[in-house]
C-alpha cells in the first residue's frame, strides 16, 4: 500500500512543478520579449515483476508483468513562436520580426543574448541595454555614436543629369541651361550653369560656368554626348578637356576640384535621353553636402544603426550584430529578459539581420509576450485536476491503510 502513496506523492510533486511552470507564464503575460515554457510529464521508474517469456513449440510467448513507481518532470521546452510587435515610437526602441538575438556584453568574456531591444544611449553616448547597462554589441564591440562629433562636408565629385533632349533642336542652336549646386572642400555652396548644345544629329555637347567671385575652370567642357537612334543614352567620346569631367578652382582654395557627371546607362534609358517631344534635360543630384550635426537616429531592417544630420545625409553609423543558434530551445535563460550559450544551445552564429537565418530588426517596435491565456487557464485546470485526483489517491491508501490497522483490534 506505500508504494500507492509515494505514487501519488510524486503526482502531487509532478502536477505542482506544472502548475508554477503556468503560473510563471501567465506572470509574465505583459513581460516583453518573454517565451512560454511548457512542461513535460514522464512516467516514473517501472518495477519489473516478472520478465517477459519467448513462445516455445509447446507454449506462447507471455508479456513482461511492471508496475510504475509514479510520475516525474520528463522535460521543460521553450516555445520560441513571435510575439507580438508593440509600437513605442522610441527610435532606439528595436525587435526582431523572425529569428535571433541582439548581443549584449558587459565586459566579461561572457555575452549574453536578448529579444527584447529596449536600448538606450548612456552618459558616455554607448547603446546600452535600459534594464541593465549592458553593452549592445556590433560587428566590431560596444557601439558608441558620435553625437558631438559634426559630419564633415564632403566636396562634389559627381552631377547626374536626367531628361530628354528635343531631336529636332538645330545643330549649334540656342543650348538647354540647367543650373545645380555644388559643395567645395569646406562644404560652401557655389552654383554652376550648365548648357547644353547640340552639334550633330545625334551628338551634344555640353559647358559649365560659375560667378567669376566664385571661382575658375581650367577645363569646363565635356564633348560627344551621343545617342543611339532609338533616342537612348550611348557615351561620351569626348577626349582630353572634352572627357566626362570638368575641373575648377574655387576661390579661396589651391586644389582643383574634378567633377564627373552621371549621363545615364549606355544603351538605357535612365539618364539622358533623344526622344521625340520638348527638352527637360536638368541636372537632378550631386554628392556634396556641407557640415552637418546628428538630429536621431534609427535602425534598418538589416540592424545598421543610422544617423540623420542636420545637412539631410543618412549615414550608417554602425552595424548590430544578430546572433543565431543551432538550437534555441537550449539556450540557458538568466535574468531581465536573456539567454546565455550552453552545451545543447550550440555555439552563437553571428551576422546582420537578414542574413541567414536572422530576421529583420524593426525601430520604434517591442516584441510582446507569447503567452496565449486561453491556453494557459485550460493548462491550469488539468494541472489542478491532476492534483487533486493524486491528493485523492494518498487518502484513499490512508484510508485503507487505517482499515488494515483496525483488523488487530
Do not use: C
Amino acid at each position: 500500500m506505500t508504494m500507492s502513496l509515494f505514487n501519488g506523492l510524486s503526482g502531487l510533486s509532478a502536477h505542482q512543478k506544472m502548475l508554477d511552470v503556468i503560473s510563471n507564464n501567465i506572470a509574465n503575460l505583459n513581460t516583453n520579449g518573454f517565451k512560454r515554457s511548457d512542461s513535460r510529464l514522464a512516467e516514473g521508474f517501472s518495477e519489473m515483476l516478472t520478465a517477459s517469456t519467448a513462445p516455445t513449440a509447446s507454449l506462447g510467448g507471455t508479456n513482461p508483468l511492471q508496475i510504475g513507481r509514479g510520475v516525474r518532470l520528463g522535460a521543460f521546452s521553450v516555445d520560441f513562436n513571435q510575439g507580438t510587435m508593440e509600437g513605442t515610437g522610441r527610435s532606439l526602441d528595436m525587435a526582431i520580426q523572425g529569428d535571433g538575438f541582439f548581443v549584449l556584453g558587459n565586459g566579461a568574456a561572457t555575452k549574453y543574448y536578448s529579444r527584447v531591444g529596449s536600448f538606450a544611449l548612456d552618459s558616455d553616448y554607448s547603446l546600452v541595454d535600459q534594464a541593465t547597462g549592458f553593452h549592445v554589441q556590433s560587428t566590431t564591440g560596444n557601439i558608441t555614436v558620435p553625437k558631438d562629433d559634426p559630419l564633415p562636408p564632403r566636396a562634389t565629385g559627381s552631377i547626374t543629369l536626367r531628361g530628354n533632349l528635343d531631336p529636332t533642336t538645330v545643330v549649334a542652336g540656342s543650348p538647354i541651361v540647367t543650373s545645380i549646386q555644388v559643395m567645395d572642400s569646406r562644404g560652401q555652396a557655389h552654383r554652376v550653369e550648365l548648357s547644353l548644345t547640340k552639334t550633330g544629329p545625334m551628338t551634344w555637347g555640353m559647358s559649365a560656368a560659375l560667378p567669376d567671385s566664385d571661382g575658375v575652370f581650367s577645363d569646363n567642357q565635356v564633348d560627344g554626348i551621343t545617342f543611339n537612334e532609338d533616342g537612348s543614352f550611348a557615351g561620351v567620346t569626348g577626349g582630353g578637356a572634352g572627357d566626362n569631367d570638368i575641373t575648377l578652382t574655387f576661390n579661396g582654395l589651391t586644389t582643383p576640384q574634378t567633377i564627373s557627371f552621371a549621363l545615364g546607362t549606355a544603351s538605357g534609358f535612365d539618364g539622358l535621353t533623344q526622344l521625340g517631344g520638348e527638352s527637360t534635360a536638368a541636372a537632378v543630384d550631386q554628392d556634396g553636402y556641407e557640415a552637418g550635426s546628428l538630429l536621431s537616429l534609427s535602425v534598418k531592417p538589416d540592424g545598421a544603426l543610422s544617423g540623420q544630420y542636420s545637412n539631410g545625409r543618412l549615414l550608417d553609423l554602425s552595424q548590430l550584430v544578430i546572433a543565431t543558434f543551432p538550437n534555441a530551445e537550449g539556450l540557458e535563460k538568466v535574468n531581465d529578459n536573456m539567454y546565455q550559450e550552453s552545451a545543447n544551445s550550440g555555439q552563437a552564429i553571428l551576422g546582420k539581420g537578414l542574413s541567414g537565418r536572422a530576421g529583420s530588426v524593426l525601430g520604434g517596435n517591442l516584441e510582446g509576450s507569447n503567452v496565449d491565456v486561453s491556453k494557459e487557464m485550460a493548462l491550469m485546470i488539468v494541472a489542478q485536476r491532476g492534483f487533486q485526483v493524486n491528493a485523492r489517491v494518498i487518502t484513499v491508501s490512508n484510508e485503507i491503510l487505517q482499515e488494515i490497522a483496525d483488523l488487530v483490534r
